[in-house]
Structures are given as structure tokens and as C-alpha cells.
């Protein structure tokens, strides 16, 4: 029987430093390597007919399962039998590769292990910046100079510019592994300091969003909208959940692994406001809310959510010149994010007396230091703090 198996490969424990390959039993070259940061990855080691010695990554866990990357190791392995060398092929493919063909390359690992609004965020980042600045490139060619002036260019928006860094310097990192490059050219360039937001609505504005959805025409997904503020879930989380993940007798929300930031099965408790919206959701589909096309679920709020910000009056109004001479138009811009609807979540837990451990257990948290970065307390209950100060009340009274 093969040792690398499922439960074998999450049991994995990461080394101090570095990594460690771990052989299977049954199928020869076949391992899986864990390194110290806790990734997984399986590989093909193979020899050449010519007697050179190969070592392939087929893919990494859990977007890979083990039975998955067995049967492919088993496929490359009649391949290699017959003159083939999978890691000829791919450099070979890659060879004289400009930025737009990593970026390709990058983008079809991506999809098999990021998460839907990354990806996107992603795409993005590829379409709008990297490749109308460096698609032509050559990937040899990027110096860390070239990283330096897209960075800079971007300087009036800190978080995006470093974002756009981050991006690069994954790509050049797998660049590294399929032997493009030697040297990853972001390292070294320096991240601008970034302004944490803390954006959490008050209890009138909460209100204000309330009264909008109420009158927003979608009213799906405007229930989409209430499942978010009265869950403190992820947008994806609602976006793409299932009917079969709801116990409602129980008031249960079972999260998969595959759903979650963390990559655990969550059990998560349904509030009264929560239960009251799934209640009510039409059952049109297995996903709570349907995408337009059949089997798939709805993957962007964004169009519904700046209208009812609109509505609530939590969106300002600019005049800017059109693209027609002489014209203006109306862009309405909103600080105010789907994600801060997380961060109004746990801060008003805590302000009203709920422990970081626990809302850190509602919201799926590990570490109490990622809830603590979530749980801004309001003025009135560090009020009601300051005021419990025993001089303080002796001079009071």
C-alpha cells in the first residue's frame, strides 16, 4: 500500500529549517517535500535515458490531493519511459519567456490553490499594472531596477504599490524553480510603510445600511449583504456556500476547508438575525446564491454594495472631467469596504463585553493577536472603562 496518502501528508510536520522529502513506499521518485513554513509539495525524482538525474514538482497540497499527484507521477513515468523528460519540457517551453508568459504560467498554479477574490485581485494586479509595464520583457532581462521604477510609479498608493510587489516576487520565486532565472530581482526593494486601516461602522451607520437594503431592488443580494454584517464571514464564504453546510435545526454553519482562509472545517454558530435570513432565502439552487450561469454561485457583490452605499449616504459624490471635451461626470467614491463589514462584526462583540478568544472563534481565527487587528472598541465602552477608575468615582461622588 502507498505510504503517501491523504492522512499522511497532513500529518506532516514542518523541519526547523529548510525542508524534507518524504519517498513513497510503492511508487518510485514519487515524494512529497515539506518545508519549514509548512507547505507540501510533490515531486517526480526520475532519470533521464541519457542517465541525468530530475527532480519534477507536480504540485503542492491540498489543492493537489495525494491520489491526484500519484496517478500523475504514474502518466509522467510511461513518459519518461519512452525518451521524455518533463523537466526539459517545461524550461523548454519557457525558454526566451517574456513577463506576459510567466504570468500565464504563474496564473495556472494560482488557480488550483488561491482563493476566488485572490485570484482576482490577482488578475487584476497582471492586467492593469505588471503587464502594460514589464509584459515585454524578457524574464532574464528584469533587473530589480526595473522592479524599483514600477514600485516607485505607484508611490501615491503605499498598499497597492507593495501588493504589486508581493505579486513579482511570487512569480520570480517560481521563475527560480523552473529554471528561468537564478535571482529574484523584487529582493531587496524596499516596502513603503503602510497606514492600517480601521474602518468599522457605527451602530447608525449599521442602521443606515439596514434601511437601504430594505429598499435595494435585489433583495438576494441584499440578503447576501445581511448574512455578511450579522456573520462577520468572509465575502467568498457567503458568495459560494451551499445549502448542505446549514444545520438549521442546530443553527450551525459548517464551513469546509477548502472555503476557508485557514484551510480547517469550522463550525461556526448561527446568531437569531443569521437564521431569520436563511429562513427566508429562496431554495432555487444548491448554492444560497446562484451566479448566472447553471452550478455556479455568484462571485462579485460589488455593483449591490456600492448602491446601497449610495442609498445609506456612506458614498461622497465628486465632479470629474469626462473623456468627451469638455464634459464632467459624477464618480461616487466609498472608504467603506465589503471587508470592514468584518471588522464592524468583531468590533461591536467586543465592545459590548465578548472575550478575543471568542469572537476570534466566531470569525475563524487562530491567533488572538488577527482578532485583536479586527476588534476596535467604541468610544462609549472605553468610557465605561476609564469611568470604572476607583479615584475617579470617589471624586465623583
Same mark, same amino acid.
Given at each position: ?31 512529497? +517535500?515539506?518545508?519549514?513554513? &509548512? =507547505? ?17 514538482? !507536480? ?59 485572490? *485570484?482576482?485581485?490577482?488578475?487584476? *494586479?497582471?492586467?492593469? !499594472? ?37 505579486? *513579482?516576487? %511570487? ?19 524596499? +516596502? ?6 480601521? %474602518?468599522?461602522? #457605527? ?63 469550522? /463550525? ?11 429562513? #427566508? ?6 448554492? *444560497? ?62 465592545? &459590548? ?11 475563524? /481565527?487562530?491567533?488572538?493577536? %488577527? =482578532?485583536? +487587528?479586527?476588534?476596535?472598541? #467604541? ?19
Amino acid at each position: 500500500m502507498p505510504s503517501i496518502t491523504e492522512r499522511f501528508v497532513k500529518s506532516l510536520k514542518p523541519p526547523e529549517s529548510g525542508y524534507k522529502l518524504h519517498g513513497d513506499d510503492v511508487n518510485r521518485g514519487f515524494g512529497v +517535500r515539506i518545508n519549514a513554513n &509548512g =507547505t507540501r509539495s510533490f515531486y517526480l525524482i526520475y532519470t533521464t535515458v541519457d542517465g541525468r538525474e530530475r527532480r519534477f514538482k !507536480i504540485g503542492e497540497w491540498p489543492a493537489m490531493s495525494a491520489d491526484e499527484a500519484r496517478n500523475q507521477a504514474l502518466t509522467l513515468r510511461e513518459e519518461i519511459r519512452k525518451g521524455g523528460d518533463p523537466v526539459s519540457e517545461r524550461e523548454a517551453a519557457l525558454h526566451g519567456a517574456t513577463i506576459s508568459d510567466l504570468a500565464s504560467e504563474y496564473m495556472k498554479v494560482a488557480e488550483k490553490k488561491l482563493r476566488p477574490g485572490t *485570484l482576482r485581485n490577482d488578475r487584476g *494586479l497582471l492586467k492593469n !499594472i505588471i503587464e502594460p509595464k514589464l509584459g515585454k520583457m524578457m524574464v532574464k532581462a528584469v533587473t530589480r531596477r526595473d522592479v524599483e521604477r514600477l514600485h516607485a510609479s505607484l508611490r501615491s498608493t503605499p498598499a497597492h504599490a507593495n501588493r504589486v510587489l508581493a505579486l *513579482l516576487s %511570487t512569480m520570480f520565486n517560481h521563475a527560480i524553480d523552473w529554471k528561468l532565472v537564478e535571482g529574484n530581482p523584487v529582493k531587496g526593494v524596499q +516596502r513603503y510603510e503602510e497606514t492600517k486601516r480601521e %474602518t468599522w461602522l #457605527s451602530l447608525e451607520q449599521l442602521q443606515a445600511l439596514e434601511s437601504a437594503l430594505a429598499k435595494y431592488p435585489d433583495q438576494v443580494a441584499a440578503d447576501a449583504l445581511r448574512l455578511l454584517i450579522v456573520t462577520g464571514s468572509r465575502e467568498m464564504e457567503v458568495l459560494s456556500a451551499t445549502w448542505d453546510q446549514f444545520d438549521l435545526k442546530r443553527g450551525v454553519w459548517t464551513k469546509p476547508s477548502h472555503h476557508t482562509k485557514q484551510k480547517k472545517t469550522e /463550525h461556526v454558530p448561527l446568531n437569531r438575525a443569521a437564521m431569520a435570513i436563511l429562513s #427566508s432565502l429562496p431554495r432555487t439552487s444548491r448554492f *444560497l446564491f446562484p451566479g448566472a450561469k447553471p452550478n455556479e454561485h455568484r462571485v462579485v457583490i460589488r455593483k449591490p454594495w456600492a448602491q446601497v452605499l449610495r442609498s445609506a449616504g456612506l458614498a461622497t459624490a465628486t465632479i470629474v472631467p469626462s473623456k468627451r471635451k469638455g464634459m464632467t461626470k459624477t464618480v461616487w467614491r466609498s472608504s467603506v469596504r465589503v471587508h470592514d463589514l468584518r471588522h464592524s462584526f468583531a468590533s461591536h462583540l467586543v465592545s &459590548g463585553g465578548a472575550s478575543l478568544y471568542l469572537v476570534g472563534k466566531l470569525l475563524g /481565527h487562530v491567533r488572538p493577536e %488577527t =482578532t485583536a +487587528r479586527y476588534a476596535h472598541a #467604541s468610544d462609549q465602552a472605553l468610557r465605561d472603562v476609564t469611568n470604572a477608575f476607583p479615584l475617579l468615582s470617589a471624586q465623583v461622588n
